[in-house]
């Protein structure tokens, strides 16, 4: 059973004001803390970002492409029906690059709740699902791509259409996205 990791970094970062796969937490860049969560646990890393962000960091052991030109800066499943067009594999890791809290442990437990008869395994954290730290089946893809060509952009809508097995798991800090300067500064610095 193929797995790779997706790590979306393609976002524009508006209201943070610059790339947050770029901005710091103990030294080191948001987006390395994905990385090295993803890489004990998977085959292959794939970071879905634009050019100016490659051009800053380089990692050896994962590949990176941009979104597919007809569905560029369409929002993260554009960015997960890119990777999963050009790297096939049975599950998906997907992660985004603005979570510098996560680790290998929340991985990991996603990975050994994988089950055939669903379509995505997707943690419940406090009473919400947080479908861009979650699992995907290569079956998807095709969902996504209906999603994408009704111009429907939404995580939520798109997991509608999907067998999603909720894991509910406790510890809330792993989650926390980084979207604001006011929570950079609240968090991390």
Request: glycine content about 4%.
């Amino acid at each position: 059973m193929k797995t790779i990791g997706i790590v979306l970094a393609g976002g524009q970062s508006k209201r943070f004001g610059e790339p947050k796969a770029l901005a710091l937490r103990h030294g080191k860049p948001f987006l390395l803390y994905s990385i090295e969560a993803l890489r004990p646990i998977v085959d292959e890393i794939v970071i879905v970002a634009q050019p100016h962000i490659r051009t800053k960091l380089s990692f050896q052991d994962a590949s990176w492409i941009e979104d597919d030109p007809q569905y560029k800066g369409k929002g993260p499943l554009a960015g997960i029906y890119s990777a999963i067009v050009h790297h096939e594999a049975t599950w998906y890791v997907v992660l985004p690059c603005d979570i510098p809290f996560i680790h290998e442990t929340i991985i990991r437990m996603l990975k050994e709740q994988a089950d055939d008869a669903f379509d995505a395994i997707v943690p419940y954290v406090n009473g919400r699902l947080q479908p861009l730290i979650a699992i995907y089946h290569y079956r998807v893809k095709s969902l996504i791509y209906n999603c994408l060509q009704q111009e429907e952009y939404r995580m939520h809508t798109f997991l509608s259409s999907c067998r999603v097995k909720r894991v509910e798991m406790k510890e809330e800090q792993p989650f926390m996205n980084i979207n604001t300067k006011e929570q950079f500064y609240k968090w991390i610095s």
